[in-house]
Every structure is written in structure tokens, then in C-alpha cells.
């Protein structure tokens, strides 16, 4: 074991259980897994990506290359980073972690945060930081990765000075002080992300701050030998940590090899822990390790040599090699907000440069590395190997990449450090290069002969650490992955077992199968209801906008294709909208409800998009227009009665309303009231049979559909979808936009002439002039009969010419919608097909899977031709 | 009246719910639907000064001109929406006579008054721990110091589109579209019991 | 990134829908411009490396239009 004796700021009254690869060891709280496994004299912790080399405990923290370890379903955590908690189970990574397929069941949340100040790092520099901040009242944010606050003072004795400081801090109450919290992203304008972990899963803050102090310290770089990398061998500074705050000694005998000052310090606690101190090889003092001996367990030797000159090599016995080569300010999130860095010859590490606005750099992130003890560096990086043999100097740890994959990169020309990344993959595994970067950019300037400030380092990007799909996604997942909008008739059509489909954000039912129905069944009993006796369906979903002032006619007109100055008060006239391209947008009723009051409705998917368009032109092109909009689409409740026998279901609900055809026509408008509920009635059919949206505000919906059910019992009423309503408009051949139309298809594609009016301009208009516009090989909409009556064709079925012709087909058009209709007794479809109005009568062919289905090309439309039914 | 008996509100079915919450926790959080509020969309040139005084008039305060925020006197309230725009709020069964008053005001001027009661449902959120349920979906600064009382503003809870109302210290509300409320109420239930958590 | 509306201050990006250029001008009669005229005002777009002018509408706030000055390379918004 080599936990020592005392010290560290582990809880020794508190011990824990954990294992490792299935072997059971003691902790204690506050440990980390990796300081643990070293008290345990647990010294290979994983295998290496690429080459399945044994590697151990490297670093002390979130820069750790190596230790990778998965505990539970979660992979490629960082051993220096797991808390230790009773009953932890832990495996080594044999090179890349594996994703679960398994739910991720963690509970995740997120918040907003808004502060004056955010401090990122809570070691000495970043709580002065957050002390001098809080003093004005300002609101303060505070992070830090670790489980406690003080970063290298949790390492280094300056307890009383953290005691103090965090007190005084804790007392002001607009500080708040997160601790688990990594930030990881920073983005324009000072948004930063931060992930904190919690116990079974994570809380992601989306901080806007006014000010940002990045305070993120520096993190150590090793040097560069042949067999770098070898269980034993470490961060100087980490070795340090281990001593001083876990109570652990990494090793019995140790080596140190150093090109700074700041392994002074470290080699005096070392000795203090009784650790034997075999040898300092120090760069500036002429020596090198240049190589490493060992087995599967880990480091058993080093071998120093003098760094010029032919002097004596000799090997020294260790089980534990601090190195350090110096120290880089930790500036991924500096970089992150397009801040500048410039290479310090000095200090020989890249530093700040011009900070952009409102971010400042505190501390060792800003090159103060005075704290870490660097002092008198010797810029040192690569030890020469013996006999020009690369392939054992690790460059990048977690990604195996050595300075011969360098040299191989620059070997083929490339310069540019990015280049070389993406060709040897280093910096890209999951600790994002935090060991390596720099070091990239130092063998390419040895190698070269070039500056390192020349060559420079790679584009940071967030996230600073790996995050989680599920944090990202926070709670929005399952039910509450998007909003679900429902009618305020939904509780019934639950209660009556109806199955229901997504449009947009809605939940519409679909059918509403009875027993043992299956949809198809379930659709040819509504339709046949719906054509021959009585039938309701919900419509609430219609976007509907008000529309009020004296220019309204005249925006209408301008909007649709179609003209509505003679449209009376107390009617409704259909509207088709087209894009300034010329193609098909929207459509929907326009209702005139008094002088200057109109209404118009939109599809269900298309209303936000139509107000936003009305609401762009009126704003942006024609602020002079005297109109104003409002939507209306939640406030109305609408219960579509149809069929034949509807009119007996509006009498009984309304005994004072003249219903008759020429009192109530086609078209027409009326109000009343039934049991209470203020009721606006309109003849709209979307089916083609004689039928009535009744509208009401939602709060009356259900109380409404249940009145209308009430009514129409004795008649059979049936209740229908989304499904059945598809199937009686297409056999009536009206289109429905985002189904016939997708963007490319002009009111003249589809047979509708009659409604774009030669009158007055409208949108859209002057690009139905375009040659292309006007081609008269464009697909346009006809009517499909499969020669088979049972054969399905399914929606988006290509369509060609020959039943069988030669790979590559010509495509001629699309299936666009198809049903089964119980009105025609066999199946039919709709279609957009190339000179489609050339080709009635001819057939087509839809080659699907194996085999090919015929249709014959007919106008589209199968019922009722002559409108009887609509207008009676 | 018969038209009250068959009314439901959109958050009829979360009523216990809300309660239960409210009743755990001791105290920190409450919620509850006030429904079947009077709301009007009104549209109104706010430059027109004789315009502006006469809904001065009908509604006993002057509508507000500085933007996202509130004024109101006894049981009436115009939140600003925009530069043109503003929701008027009464209480229960108020809408036909305040859409008749404020028409009499606009007296052919340049506008529009939408009888909007059933388009939004409101929720009051209340208690010390509103704002920071709040600060879960809501991705604007409504901390008392940014957004006092007094404030109000059009943004989003979640994926909804909502109107925030301070109300005091401690109590917001939240206008919520009706076909949206029952995702909004089952976000506010998630994310309450969050908050439970540390 | 954080667009600032006229009327509603700064707001997240998520409460807005963009505009594209503002420097589109949708002419005076469309009738009398030829085909190549008429599809380059529908279909051509700028796309500059630095200062655009451009169009934003607030779509989950006040709903307004409005333009800003951004430049497309540091994200650095103005009102125009």
C-alpha cells in the first residue's frame, strides 16, 4: 500500500469501497479514483488506444491522457476526475471506450443564469477575483471543475487564506458558487456553458455575463523521450498533488527530469513522504532522461545521458519519473472567444494577447506562473532519440501519436499545424490535446527550424471537455421533447380510444377505430359515415388570424392569388397564398365577418409561418397598408359536422336558425347559440359533402362536441380523423399544401388557373412569367387509377413511362397522396406528373420493390364532379 | 349561466396536481391556473395622442409606451407586446363590455380589438423559489433587480411561447397559449421536482 | 449569440428568426423588369466576409422587423 501514514485532505474516518476490473480495494472520501488505484499500488490502469500499451495515472486532474476508465454505462472518464463513492465499479479502457445502447437514465436540468461577473476558476487568482467583484453588489457567478474550491491550494498549505476567503465569500448573497462545474464553452457576446455534475446525471448553466475572468490556471507539459509513456511515469506537479492532497505516495523510488524551477519544491515533499529521490536530471544543467525501461507493470528504470557530447549513460532504478517541461496557461476558453495568443520566449509558453471586450485573464492563465514555481525555464521539448528511432516518443498520450507520425506528416509536405493534426490525430482524442498541443506545435518547430510562435497552435473549439448527448438535451427528452399542442377537445377523443398522428406540434387523431378495427377498416367506416350520413371531426388545429382596417381587401388581394373585393359580409371564399417565387405557400378560408373585419384560416402546419409572412410584408413593404393582424388560433374551437345528413344535426342544435339551402347557402356565415354555447356557424366543406365548421371559443370546445354528438346519436354520428378527412378531400382532388405541394409547385401545376387572377397583382404573380415558371414539361397534378383496384401505390412512389425500362429509369413524376375508397369501392391516387394533362388516359408505371404497379392518368378527381352534394 | 357551467379551462385536468405541488416543499413554490381571464388584443397607434387618451379614459390608466412592461388599475391591466400592441386583462366575464368600451375609444381610428379570452390561459406562480423554477426554461434575466414589478415580457419557457408577468417579489405570471398549456404545466411539474433536488 | 431588438433590448438568438440581406429591394414593378433582373432579386443573396447588413424579426418577443449591422466574420452586432 502506499497510503501514507497522514496528511492529505481525504477523510481517513470515512472509508470507501470500490472496484477496479473486478478486484475489491479501499478508499477513503475524498478520493479520486486514481488516487485511490495509486494508494492501492494499482499502476496499469488502462491500455492505450492504437498500440494496447500499459498506461497509468498520469496528471491529477482534467488534463489526464491516460487513466481512461468507464464506470457504469458511462465511458471514457478520466480516473482523476472520478469521485469516489461507496460501492463504485470501475473497469480499465482497452483502448477506445464503447457506447452503451442502453437509455440513458440520468436525470439532467439546465438553468439560465445572468450575472455581472463570471469568474471561471476557483483556485487563488479566481476567488480574489470573485472577492474583489462581489464587493459592489454585482451579481457573481463562480466556477470550478473540482469537488471543492482552492485549486492548487488544496495541494499547497494556504488553508487559512481559503478558509477566509471562501467564508467571506459564502457571506454575500449575490454570489453564487458552483463546484463540480466544468465551463466548457464560451461563445459570442459571453455566453458560457458550464456542465455540473450530479450525482445520477448533470445540471447544464447557460451563464450571460457581463464581464467574464478567466481564471483557469496552467497546466503542466511533460517532455519528450523515447518510451514516454510507461505506468510510473507523471506530471511533476501531480506526483506533488498525490503527496500533498490525497495522502498517497505514486512510487517507492523516483526520478525527476526537469527544465524548470518548479520541481524544487515537489522534490522537497516528495522526500518528506519517504519517497527515495534516486536522481534530478535537469535540461539546464545539461542531462536528459533519453529513455525508459520496463514490463506490463509499468516503469522500472530510466536511462540519463549527458545532452551534448559523448559522456557516460547510466541507468538508474525507479518505479516513479516526474517530468516536467514547463507550463501552459489554460486558454482553450480565452480562444473559444476569439481571444489572440502570442508565443513568450521568456516563459516559453503561449500567453494572452489582446483580450477581447469584456474578458479579462487572471493568474497563471494570464502567465503568471510565479505560484507554479517555474521560474528559470530552459525551453526544452523533444530528447533526441538514439539512432533516429521516433516511434516510442509520445507526442499526443491518449491518441498514441509519436513524433515519427510528426515527421511523417511534415515528410509529406504538409506545414501547417492543422494539417498535421488531422493527419496524425493528435490533440483530437477526448482530453482535447490538454498535455499535448503545445508540444505539437514545438516538435514541428524543432523539426522545422521555425519559431514555435510561428508555427503557432490549432483552433480551440468547445467543448473543453467531453459532454453528454443527455445534459445537452436536458429534460427535454420523452414527452416534453417538443411542446404537444392539443385541441380542448383531446380529453374525449382520448376517453374514445382514438389513435392519433403528429402533425407539426399537434396530437390530431388519425381514426378512431372501434373493437377490433384496424386503420383500414376503421378509415372506410368514417368515410362511408361521412359521405352517407353524418360525421365530426375536430379542425381546431387551423392557424386563424383576425384581420381588421379599411385596407383589408386590399391586402388580401395582394396576399392571395385569388381576388376578394367582392367577397359579402357574412361569406367565406377559399384563398391559395404563393411565395415571391410563384410556387404554392398556403392556403386556406377567408371569412368576411363585418365591414373591415375579416378572418382567415391556414393549415395546421402553416400557421405561424403565414402570420410571420403577412406580418414581414405589412411591416417591411407596406407599412402604409391600414390593416392590423392578431391570431386567434387557440381562442376557437372547431367542430366540422359533415355529411348528407348534417343539416339535421344543425337543426336540432340551432330550432332558431333558418338552415335551409337558400336562407344558409354554401359559403355563408351565421351566428347562434346552443345549451348556453355562442356559436359561429360556416358552410366549408373540405370533403365535398353539405357541410358546417361550427366555431367557438375553446373554452366551450368540448362542451360543444359533446352537444353535437348528443344530437347526432340517434343519426349514427361518427366520429373521424386526420386519416379519413385525407381520403374525401382527395377523391374531391383538393389539394392539401406540404402533401400535392412541396415548394416547387405553382398554382398552374395544379390545374388551379381559375384562381389566380389576371386582375390585380398579387405575390408570386410576376415570377409565374418566368420561362421556367411557364415550361410546359413541368409536372403537373392529375389522378391515378392503379389498373389493379386493390393495389395500394405507395406516397412517394416515382413514376415512369415503360413498365420495365433500363437502369437508370426515367422519372416522370410522384405519387403525392394515396388512399382506398369506400366510395369507389377500390383504390385511388393523386399524383404530380410531367405534361401530366397531355396524358389522361395513358399508364404510368411505379417500379417499388420487386415488382410494378400500372395506373391509368385521370383528371384528379372521383366524386361528385358536378358539386351536387357540396352545394345542396 | 349555462355558458359558465359548460366552460373548461386548458389546465382543468392539472388542478390537483398543482395543488399537490404547492402543498409539498413547505411553502417555497405554488401554483395554480386563474382562468377564464378577460384578455383583448388591442392594436392602437400609441402616437396618436387623442387616441391614447381616450383608452385612458375606458381603462382608468394610460396605457403603457415603455417597452415589456405593465400598468393596471383594480382589476384592469394592459401588458405591452410591442410598439403597437399591448393585451388587455380583466377579470371573469368582463370581455364583451370591454371590447365594447375600448371600440367606443378607437372610434375609427387606426386599430384593432380581438376578443382573445380563450387563445391564452394564465398560471400564477408564486413563492421565494418562482424565480428559480423559472430560471429553468425562461432564458431571459428575471432576476427582481432586472425584472421588477412592474415588468412583463413575450419570451419562451422551454419550447413554449409564453408572456412572463412579475407580479410582486415573489409571484409571476405566466400567459400561456391553450394548446400549449398542458406542456407547459407537465414542464413546470418536472422541473419543480428538480429543484428538490440539490 | 445576442441580438439586440430595438424595442426588447438583448435577447438569446433563440427568440428571433432570421431575415436575410437588407440590402434587397423589392422593385417598384415587378412587371416591367426582364426574367434575369426579377430571378436575381429572388434568388440572389450577398454573402460578404465582414460588415452585412441585415434583416432579423423577433419572432418569439414583440414580433417586430428590424435591421443590425453584423459582421459575419466576429459576430459583432450593431444596430444599423
Same mark, same amino acid.
Given at each position: 500500500?502506499?497510503?501514507?501514514?497522514?496528511?492529505?485532505?481525504?477523510?481517513?474516518?470515512?472509508?470507501?469501497?470500490?472496484?477496479?476490473?473486478?478486484?475489491?480495494?479501499?478508499?477513503?472520501?475524498?478520493?479520486? =479514483?486514481?488516487?485511490?488505484?495509486?494508494?492501492?499500488?494499482?499502476?496499469?490502469?488502462?491500455?492505450?488506444?492504437?498500440?494496447?500499451?500499459?498506461?497509468?495515472?498520469?496528471?491529477?486532474?482534467?488534463?489526464?491522457?491516460?487513466?481512461?476508465?468507464?464506470?457504469?454505462?458511462?465511458?471514457?472518464?478520466?480516473?482523476?476526475?472520478?469521485?469516489?463513492?461507496?460501492?463504485?465499479?470501475?473497469?480499465?479502457?482497452?483502448?477506445?471506450?464503447? /457506447?452503451?445502447?442502453?437509455?440513458?437514465?440520468?436525470?439532467?436540468?439546465?438553468?439560465?443564469?445572468?450575472?455581472?461577473?463570471?469568474?471561471?476558476?476557483?483556485?487563488?487568482?479566481?476567488?480574489?477575483?470573485?472577492?474583489?467583484?462581489?464587493?459592489? &453588489?454585482?451579481?457573481?457567478?463562480?466556477?470550478?471543475?473540482?469537488?471543492?474550491?482552492?485549486?492548487?491550494?488544496?495541494?499547497?498549505?494556504?488553508?487559512?487564506?481559503?478558509?477566509?476567503?471562501?467564508?467571506?465569500?459564502?457571506?454575500?448573497?449575490?454570489?453564487?458558487?458552483?463546484?463540480?462545474?466544468?465551463?466548457?464553452?464560451?461563445?459570442?457576446?459571453?455566453?458560457?456553458?458550464?456542465?455540473?455534475?450530479?450525482?445520477?446525471?448533470?445540471?447544464?448553466?447557460?451563464?450571460?455575463?457581463?464581464?467574464?475572468?478567466?481564471?483557469?490556471?496552467?497546466?503542466?507539459?511533460?517532455?519528450?523521450?523515447?518510451?514516454?509513456?510507461?505506468?510510473?511515469?507523471?506530471?511533476?506537479?501531480?506526483?506533488?498533488?498525490?503527496?500533498?492532497?490525497?495522502?498517497?505516495?505514486?512510487?517507492?523510488?523516483?526520478?525527476?527530469?526537469?527544465?524548470?524551477?518548479?520541481?524544487?519544491?515537489?522534490?522537497?515533499?516528495?522526500?518528506?513522504?519517504?519517497?527515495?529521490?534516486?536522481?534530478?536530471?535537469?535540461?539546464?544543467?545539461?542531462?536528459?532522461?533519453?529513455?525508459?525501461?520496463?514490463?506490463?507493470?509499468?516503469?522500472?528504470?530510466?536511462?540519463?545521458?549527458?545532452?551534448?557530447?559523448?559522456?557516460?549513460?547510466?541507468?538508474?532504478?525507479?518505479?516513479?519519473?516526474?517530468?516536467?517541461?514547463?507550463?501552459?496557461?489554460?486558454?482553450?476558453?480565452?480562444?473559444?472567444?476569439?481571444?489572440?495568443?502570442?508565443?513568450?520566449?521568456?516563459?516559453?509558453?503561449?500567453?494572452?494577447?489582446?483580450?477581447?471586450?469584456?474578458?479579462?485573464?487572471?493568474?497563471?492563465?494570464?502567465?503568471?506562473?510565479?505560484?507554479?514555481?517555474?521560474?528559470?525555464?530552459?525551453?526544452?521539448?523533444?530528447?533526441?532519440?538514439?539512432?533516429?528511432?521516433?516511434?516510442?516518443?509520445?507526442?499526443?498520450?491518449?491518441?498514441?501519436?509519436?513524433?515519427?507520425?510528426?515527421?511523417?506528416?511534415?515528410?509529406?509536405?504538409?506545414?501547417?499545424?492543422?494539417?498535421?493534426?488531422?493527419?496524425?490525430?493528435?490533440?483530437?482524442?477526448?482530453?482535447?490535446?490538454?498535455?499535448?498541443?503545445?508540444?505539437?506545435?514545438?516538435?514541428?518547430?524543432?523539426?522545422?527550424?521555425?519559431?514555435?510562435?510561428?508555427?503557432?497552435?490549432?483552433?480551440?473549439?468547445?467543448?473543453?471537455?467531453?459532454?453528454?448527448?443527455?445534459?445537452?438535451?436536458?429534460?427535454?427528452?420523452?414527452?416534453?421533447?417538443?411542446?404537444?399542442?392539443?385541441?380542448?377537445?383531446?380529453?374525449? %377523443?382520448?376517453?374514445?380510444?382514438?389513435?392519433?398522428?403528429?402533425?407539426?406540434?399537434?396530437?390530431?387523431?388519425?381514426?378512431?377505430?372501434? %373493437?377490433?378495427?384496424?386503420?383500414?377498416?376503421?378509415?372506410?367506416?368514417?368515410?362511408?359515415?361521412?359521405?352517407?350520413?353524418?360525421?365530426?371531426?375536430?379542425?381546431?388545429?387551423?392557424?386563424?388570424?383576425?384581420?381588421?382596417?379599411?385596407?383589408?381587401?386590399?391586402?388580401?388581394?395582394?396576399?392571395?392569388?385569388?381576388?376578394?373585393?367582392?367577397?359579402?359580409?357574412?361569406?367565406?371564399?377559399?384563398?391559395?397564398?404563393?411565395?415571391?417565387?410563384?410556387?404554392?405557400?398556403?392556403?386556406?378560408?377567408?371569412?368576411? =365577418?363585418?365591414?373591415?373585419?375579416?378572418?382567415?384560416?391556414?393549415?395546421?402546419?402553416?400557421?405561424?409561418?403565414?402570420?410571420?409572412?403577412?406580418?414581414?410584408? /405589412?411591416?417591411?413593404?407596406?407599412?402604409?397598408?391600414?390593416?392590423?393582424?392578431?391570431?386567434?388560433?387557440?381562442?376557437?374551437?372547431?367542430?366540422?359536422?359533415?355529411?348528407?345528413?348534417?343539416?339535421?344535426?344543425?337543426?336540432?342544435?340551432?330550432?332558431?336558425?333558418?338552415?335551409?339551402?337558400?336562407?344558409?347557402?354554401?359559403?355563408?356565415?351565421?351566428?347562434?347559440?346552443?345549451?348556453?354555447?355562442?356559436?359561429?356557424?360556416?358552410?366549408?366543406?373540405?370533403? &365535398?359533402?353539405?357541410?358546417?365548421?361550427?366555431?367557438?371559443?375553446?373554452?366551450?370546445?368540448?362542451?360543444?362536441?359533446?352537444?353535437?354528438?348528443?344530437?347526432?346519436?340517434?343519426?349514427?354520428?361518427?366520429?373521424?380523423?386526420?386519416?379519413?378527412?385525407?381520403?374525401?378531400?382527395?377523391?374531391?382532388?383538393?389539394?392539401?399544401?406540404?402533401?400535392?405541394?412541396?415548394?416547387?409547385?405553382?398554382?398552374?401545376? /395544379?390545374?388551379?388557373?381559375?384562381?389566380?387572377?389576371?386582375?390585380?397583382?398579387?405575390?408570386?404573380?410576376?415570377?409565374?412569367?418566368?420561362?421556367?415558371?411557364?415550361?410546359?414539361?413541368?409536372?403537373?397534378?392529375?389522378?391515378?387509377?392503379?389498373?389493379?383496384?386493390?393495389?395500394?401505390?405507395?406516397?412517394?412512389?416515382?413514376?415512369?413511362?415503360?413498365?420495365?425500362?433500363?437502369?437508370?429509369?426515367?422519372?416522370?413524376?410522384?405519387?403525392?397522396?394515396?388512399?382506398?375508397?369506400?366510395?369507389?369501392?377500390?383504390?385511388?391516387?393523386?399524383?404530380?406528373?410531367?405534361?401530366?394533362?397531355?396524358?389522361?388516359?395513358?399508364?404510368?408505371?411505379?417500379?417499388?420493390?420487386?415488382?410494378?404497379?400500372?395506373?391509368?392518368?385521370?383528371?384528379?378527381?372521383?366524386?361528385?364532379?358536378?358539386?351536387?352534394?357540396?352545394?345542396? | 349561466?349555462?355558458?359558465?357551467?359548460?366552460?373548461?379551462?386548458?389546465?382543468?385536468?392539472?388542478?390537483?396536481?398543482?395543488?399537490?405541488?404547492?402543498?409539498?416543499?413547505?411553502?417555497?413554490?405554488?401554483?395554480?391556473?386563474?382562468?377564464?381571464?378577460?384578455?383583448?388584443?388591442?392594436?392602437?397607434?400609441?402616437?396618436?395622442?387623442?387616441?391614447?387618451?381616450?383608452?385612458?379614459?375606458?381603462?382608468?390608466?394610460?396605457?403603457?409606451?415603455?417597452?415589456?412592461?405593465?400598468?393596471?388599475?383594480?382589476?384592469?391591466?394592459?401588458?405591452? /407586446?410591442?410598439?403597437?400592441?399591448?393585451?388587455?386583462?380583466?377579470?371573469?366575464?368582463?370581455?364583451?363590455?370591454?371590447?365594447?368600451?375600448?371600440?367606443?375609444?378607437?372610434?375609427?381610428?387606426?386599430?384593432?380589438?380581438?376578443?382573445?379570452?380563450?387563445?391564452?390561459?394564465?398560471?400564477?406562480?408564486?413563492?421565494?423559489?418562482?424565480?428559480?423554477?423559472?430560471?429553468?426554461?425562461?432564458?431571459?434575466?428575471?432576476?427582481?433587480?432586472?425584472?421588477?414589478?412592474?415588468?412583463?415580457?413575450?419570451?419562451?419557457?422551454?419550447?413554449?411561447?409564453?408572456?412572463?408577468?412579475?407580479?410582486?417579489?415573489?409571484?409571476?405570471?405566466?400567459?400561456?397559449?391553450?394548446?400549449?398549456?398542458?406542456?407547459?404545466?407537465?414542464?413546470?411539474?418536472?422541473?419543480?421536482?428538480?429543484?428538490?433536488?440539490? | 449569440?445576442?441580438?439586440?431588438?430595438?424595442?426588447?433590448?438583448?435577447?438569446?438568438?433563440?427568440?428571433?428568426?432570421?431575415?436575410?440581406?437588407?440590402?434587397?429591394?423589392?422593385?417598384?414593378?415587378?412587371?416591367?423588369?426582364?426574367?434575369?433582373?426579377?430571378?436575381?432579386?429572388?434568388?440572389?443573396?450577398?454573402?460578404?466576409?465582414?460588415?452585412?447588413?441585415?434583416?432579423?424579426? %423577433?419572432?418569439?418577443?414583440?414580433?417586430?422587423?428590424?435591421?443590425?449591422?453584423?459582421?459575419?466574420?466576429?459576430?459583432?452586432?450593431?444596430?444599423?
Amino acid at each position: 500500500m502506499s497510503r501514507l501514514a497522514a496528511g492529505g485532505r481525504i477523510d481517513r474516518t470515512r472509508p470507501i469501497r470500490l472496484t477496479f476490473n473486478g478486484t475489491p480495494y479501499r478508499g477513503y472520501e475524498g478520493d479520486t =479514483l486514481a488516487s485511490a488505484l495509486l494508494a492501492n499500488d494499482v499502476r496499469v490502469v488502462a491500455r492505450s488506444v492504437t498500440y494496447g500499451r500499459p498506461r497509468g495515472v498520469f496528471s491529477a486532474g482534467i488534463e489526464e491522457p491516460n487513466a481512461l476508465v468507464q464506470v457504469g454505462n458511462d465511458t471514457m472518464l478520466r480516473a482523476t476526475q472520478v469521485e469516489l463513492v461507496d460501492g463504485l465499479e470501475a473497469i480499465g479502457l482497452n483502448g477506445r471506450g464503447r /457506447l452503451s445502447a442502453e437509455p440513458d437514465t440520468g436525470r439532467y436540468d439546465k438553468v439560465y443564469a445572468y450575472c455581472e461577473v463570471l469568474v471561471i476558476g476557483g483556485g487563488r487568482a479566481g476567488i480574489t477575483a470573485a472577492l474583489e467583484a462581489s464587493q459592489s &453588489g454585482d451579481r457573481v457567478i463562480l466556477v470550478d471543475e473540482q469537488v471543492e474550491l482552492g485549486g492548487r491550494l488544496l495541494g499547497a498549505g494556504w488553508n487559512d487564506w481559503l478558509e477566509t476567503s471562501l467564508t467571506a465569500l459564502r457571506s454575500q448573497p449575490d454570489v453564487r458558487l458552483l463546484t463540480r462545474a466544468t465551463a466548457f464553452g464560451q461563445y459570442d457576446q459571453n455566453l458560457v456553458l458550464v456542465a455540473q455534475r450530479r450525482v445520477d446525471g448533470g445540471r447544464l448553466w447557460q451563464v450571460r455575463a457581463k464581464r467574464v475572468v478567466i481564471a483557469t490556471g496552467a497546466h503542466e507539459r511533460p517532455l519528450i523521450f523515447a518510451n514516454n509513456d510507461r505506468p510510473g511515469i507523471m506530471l511533476a506537479g501531480a506526483a506533488r498533488t498525490y503527496v500533498n492532497r490525497y495522502g498517497v505516495a505514486p512510487g517507492k523510488r523516483a526520478v525527476i527530469f526537469t527544465n524548470n524551477g518548479s520541481t524544487d519544491a515537489g522534490a522537497a515533499d516528495l522526500k518528506r513522504a519517504g519517497i527515495i529521490v534516486e536522481a534530478i536530471v535537469d535540461v539546464r544543467a545539461g542531462d536528459a532522461v533519453v529513455d525508459t525501461g520496463g514490463d506490463e507493470e509499468g516503469l522500472r528504470s530510466v536511462v540519463i545521458a549527458p545532452l551534448t557530447g559523448n559522456g557516460p549513460r547510466r541507468e538508474v532504478e525507479c518505479d516513479l519519473l516526474c517530468v516536467s517541461g514547463g507550463f501552459n496557461p489554460t486558454l482553450h476558453l480565452f480562444s473559444q472567444a476569439q481571444g489572440r495568443l502570442r508565443y513568450d520566449e521568456g516563459l516559453a509558453c503561449f500567453v494572452p494577447d489582446a483580450p477581447p471586450p469584456n474578458v479579462a485573464v487572471v493568474g497563471a492563465a494570464a502567465g503568471d506562473l510565479a505560484g507554479r514555481g517555474q521560474g528559470t525555464i530552459m525551453p526544452y521539448w523533444v530528447v533526441p532519440s538514439d539512432g533516429r528511432e521516433w516511434s516510442t516518443h509520445f507526442v499526443d498520450l491518449e491518441r498514441d501519436v509519436t513524433v515519427a507520425d510528426v515527421r511523417r506528416a511534415l515528410g509529406t509536405g504538409m506545414r501547417s499545424v492543422e494539417h498535421v493534426k488531422r493527419f496524425t490525430t493528435v490533440g483530437t482524442g477526448s482530453d482535447q490535446g490538454k498535455t499535448a498541443g503545445i508540444n505539437e506545435a514545438a516538435v514541428i518547430a524543432t523539426q522545422l527550424g521555425q519559431p514555435i510562435g510561428a508555427v503557432g497552435v490549432t483552433t480551440f473549439r468547445p467543448p473543453y471537455v467531453p459532454v453528454s448527448f443527455g445534459l445537452m438535451a436536458g429534460r427535454n427528452g420523452g414527452d416534453l421533447f417538443d411542446p404537444i399542442r392539443v385541441t380542448a377537445m383531446h380529453p374525449w %377523443h382520448v376517453a374514445h380510444g382514438a389513435v392519433f398522428e403528429n402533425v407539426g406540434q399537434w396530437k390530431r387523431p388519425w381514426y378512431f377505430p372501434r %373493437h377490433d378495427e384496424d386503420m383500414e377498416a376503421a378509415v372506410l367506416r368514417e368515410c362511408k359515415a361521412a359521405r352517407e350520413g353524418v360525421a365530426v371531426t375536430d379542425a381546431s388545429t387551423l392557424g386563424k388570424i383576425d384581420i381588421q382596417g379599411p385596407d383589408a381587401v386590399e391586402f388580401l388581394n395582394r396576399m392571395y392569388t385569388n381576388a376578394f373585393d367582392t367577397l359579402k359580409v357574412g361569406s367565406c371564399r377559399y384563398g391559395l397564398m404563393c411565395t415571391v417565387d410563384g410556387m404554392v405557400f398556403d392556403d386556406g378560408v377567408v371569412m368576411h =365577418l363585418d365591414p373591415d373585419h375579416w378572418l382567415a384560416t391556414t393549415t395546421t402546419g402553416g400557421a405561424a409561418a403565414v402570420l410571420d409572412w403577412m406580418e414581414e410584408w /405589412l411591416q417591411t413593404e407596406w407599412s402604409d397598408l391600414r390593416v392590423r393582424l392578431t391570431s386567434v388560433t387557440d381562442h376557437w374551437a372547431d367542430v366540422a359536422v359533415v355529411g348528407p345528413r348534417s343539416r339535421e344535426v344543425v337543426a336540432e342544435l340551432f330550432p332558431k336558425l333558418a338552415i335551409d339551402p337558400q336562407s344558409f347557402p354554401f359559403m355563408a356565415i351565421r351566428e347562434g347559440e346552443t345549451a348556453g354555447i355562442p356559436v359561429r356557424l360556416h358552410r366549408i366543406t373540405f370533403s &365535398g359533402e353539405l357541410a358546417y365548421e361550427l366555431w367557438t371559443p375553446s373554452w366551450y370546445g368540448l362542451a360543444l362536441w359533446e352537444a353535437v354528438m348528443a344530437a347526432g346519436e340517434p343519426l349514427g354520428i361518427t366520429p373521424y380523423g386526420t386519416e379519413t378527412m385525407h381520403v374525401l378531400r382527395a377523391e374531391k382532388g383538393y389539394i392539401i399544401c406540404g402533401q400535392e405541394t412541396d415548394g416547387t409547385v405553382t398554382p398552374q401545376d /395544379l390545374g388551379m388557373s381559375w384562381i389566380v387572377s389576371k386582375k390585380k397583382p398579387f405575390i408570386g404573380q410576376r415570377s409565374h412569367r418566368r420561362s421556367d415558371t411557364a415550361r410546359l414539361d413541368r409536372k403537373q397534378l392529375v389522378g391515378l387509377l392503379p389498373v389493379d383496384g386493390e393495389q395500394l401505390l405507395p406516397e412517394g412512389a416515382q413514376l415512369a413511362l415503360q413498365p420495365n425500362g433500363a437502369v437508370p429509369i426515367k422519372m416522370v413524376g410522384h405519387v403525392t397522396s394515396s388512399y382506398r375508397s369506400a366510395a369507389l369501392g377500390r383504390t385511388f391516387a393523386l399524383a404530380m406528373l410531367q405534361r401530366g394533362r397531355e396524358r389522361l388516359g395513358s399508364t404510368v408505371y411505379a417500379p417499388l420493390n420487386g415488382h410494378v404497379v400500372a395506373a391509368t392518368v385521370t383528371e384528379p378527381i372521383f366524386y361528385d364532379k358536378e358539386n351536387v352534394r357540396r352545394d345542396s | 349561466m349555462i355558458a359558465e357551467a359548460v366552460r373548461r379551462s386548458a389546465l382543468a385536468e392539472y388542478t390537483e396536481r398543482f395543488a399537490a405541488l404547492s402543498a409539498a416543499d413547505g411553502g417555497g413554490l405554488s401554483i395554480r391556473e386563474l382562468p377564464f381571464a378577460s384578455q383583448l388584443n388591442l392594436r392602437a397607434d400609441p402616437k396618436d395622442k387623442g387616441l391614447m387618451e381616450r383608452f385612458a379614459d375606458v381603462l382608468g390608466f394610460a396605457l403603457p409606451i415603455v417597452p415589456n412592461t405593465e400598468r393596471s388599475h383594480e382589476h384592469r391591466r394592459a401588458l405591452w /407586446l410591442g410598439p403597437d400592441e399591448w393585451l388587455i386583462v380583466g377579470s371573469e366575464g368582463q370581455q364583451a363590455a370591454m371590447e365594447q368600451e375600448l371600440r367606443n375609444g378607437l372610434s375609427g381610428a387606426l386599430g384593432s380589438i380581438v376578443d382573445v379570452s380563450a387563445n391564452r390561459t394564465v398560471l400564477e406562480i408564486g413563492g421565494p423559489k418562482a424565480r428559480e423554477l423559472l430560471a429553468h426554461g425562461v432564458p431571459i434575466d428575471i432576476d427582481v433587480r432586472s425584472f421588477g414589478p412592474g415588468s412583463c415580457a413575450q419570451t419562451l419557457l422551454a419550447k413554449a411561447q409564453v408572456i412572463v408577468e412579475r407580479r410582486d417579489e415573489s409571484a409571476f405570471h405566466l400567459y400561456v397559449r391553450s394548446s400549449c398549456a398542458s406542456y407547459v404545466a407537465s414542464w413546470i411539474l418536472d422541473a419543480a421536482s428538480d429543484q428538490r433536488q440539490v | 449569440m445576442l441580438i439586440p431588438c430595438p424595442w426588447c433590448g438583448e435577447r438569446e438568438e433563440i427568440e428571433f428568426k432570421y431575415g436575410g440581406s437588407a440590402e434587397v429591394n423589392y422593385p417598384r414593378d415587378p412587371e416591367a423588369v426582364d426574367d434575369a433582373t426579377w430571378a436575381r432579386f429572388v434568388f440572389f443573396r450577398p454573402n460578404p466576409k465582414g460588415k452585412m447588413t441585415e434583416r432579423w424579426v %423577433h419572432t418569439a418577443g414583440c414580433r417586430r422587423w428590424f435591421t443590425v449591422v453584423r459582421d459575419t466574420a466576429t459576430h459583432d452586432i450593431t444596430p444599423a
